[in-house]
């Protein structure tokens, strides 16, 4: 069975400094997906990543990275250089060989002035 | 890029009515559209998958004669909450993707139902 897990329900960081959110996954498919999504106290979600199982290279997105460790099953988000306006909830998920996809039960990210 | 549309982004509807929330792919075509919803400080929990010119495919737990999803046309999928009750209170969420097997889902801003 696919899971994702997030372990860590509240994170704060200093403005301007780097944060890593946790993802951990569970899946027998070779062939997945992962995701990292945004959401804001409006409620509407934001893709920021993804990670594909056979990429060789780590994706990076602007100020996003994701630090994928295939062999430990995590998928950490890495935002540098951290501002206000990220305060928000991150998901994690994975999509394997159906259409839909499993969601963590996210983060919530503060970024103290 | 990539816009979905959800209409309305609050509604508030008496107990035995039913509402109609929509989701729109407003510049792409979306073969498949997904239907979300999110408790309090909980993850989205996907409750049907919406194809287009058949039938959903409804999760398990979710009542489908409850949650009744059409998805008429390549951009447009709606969800319709029948006979609401105050536990219906939540918020919906639906997603759409591109073609291709790699395309992100994106997500329509959301639809906080509250039933009185």
């Known amino acids: 069975a696919q899971k994702i897990t997030q372990t860590q329900p509240g994170m704060f960081v200093q403005e301007k400094e780097a944060v890593t959110l946790d993802c951990t996954y569970d899946?027998?498919?070779?062939?997945?997906?992962l995701f990292w999504y945004k959401q804001p106290s409006s409620g509407e979600m934001i893709f920021l990543i993804y990670q594909g199982s056979y990429d060789q290279q780590n994706a990076t997105e602007g100020r996003y990275s994701l630090n994928f460790q295939k062999a430990r099953k995590s998928a950490n988000l890495v935002i540098s250089a951290s501002q206000l306006g990220d305060s928000a909830m991150y998901f994690c998920?994975?999509?394997?060989?159906?259409?839909?996809?499993?969601f963590g039960t996210g983060t919530r990210l503060t970024v103290i002035p | 890029g990539a816009v979905v549309s959800q209409h309305p982004s609050r509604v508030i509807c008496k107990s035995g009515t039913s509402v109609k929330i929509e989701c729109r792919s407003l510049d792409f075509q979306a073969t498949t559209m997904f239907w979300y919803r999110q408790f309090p400080k909980q993850s989205l929990m996907l409750m049907a998958t919406?194809?287009?010119?058949?039938?959903?495919?409804?999760e398990q737990g979710v009542e489908k004669d409850k949650f009744l999803i059409n998805h008429a046309s390549l951009t447009l999928s709606t969800l319709t909450v029948t006979s609401a009750h105050p536990e219906d209170s939540s918020f919906y969420i639906c997603?759409?993707?591109?073609?291709?097997?790699?395309?992100?889902?994106?997500f329509g801003n959301g639809t906080r139902l509250t039933v009185t």
């Open positions: 998920a994975m999509k394997t060989g159906a259409n839909n996809l499993f």
């Open positions: 899946t027998s498919d070779p062939s997945y997906g």
């Open positions: 997603s759409a993707r591109r073609t291709g097997i790699d395309s992100p889902l994106h």
């Open positions: 919406s194809n287009e010119g058949s039938k959903a495919t409804y």
